[in-house]
């Protein structure tokens, strides 16, 4: 776990709350808002986009290597 693990949670607590939205753009200015990359009612701009959009596959990459004990045939990263 790197440094944006949350380590005070309960056992059994999600990790973080429901988004409001499911629009993947809202979440990721929301989420540079939050830690100061663009200001508030920006719009994140395509680079961070590109940015956050790898940074999404590095995740999926890492967790193509376990499988998903509810689907025999997927792997975690399938469902990322």
Do not use: C, Y
């Not at 409001?20 to 540079?32: F, G, K, Y």
């Not at 956050?52 to 509810?70: C, K, T, Y």
């Amino acid at each position: 776990m790197g440094f944006l693990a949350k380590v005070d949670r309960d056992e059994g607590e999600p990790t973080s709350p429901e988004p409001a939205t499911r629009d993947p753009l809202e979440l990721l200015a929301r989420e540079a808002v939050r830690v100061g990359l663009i200001r508030e009612g920006d719009k994140p701009d395509q680079m961070l986009v590109d940015f956050w959009m790898s940074a999404i596959d590095a995740g999926a990459a890492v967790a193509d290597r376990f499988l998903n004990p509810e689907h025999d045939e997927h792997t975690i990263g399938d469902d990322i």
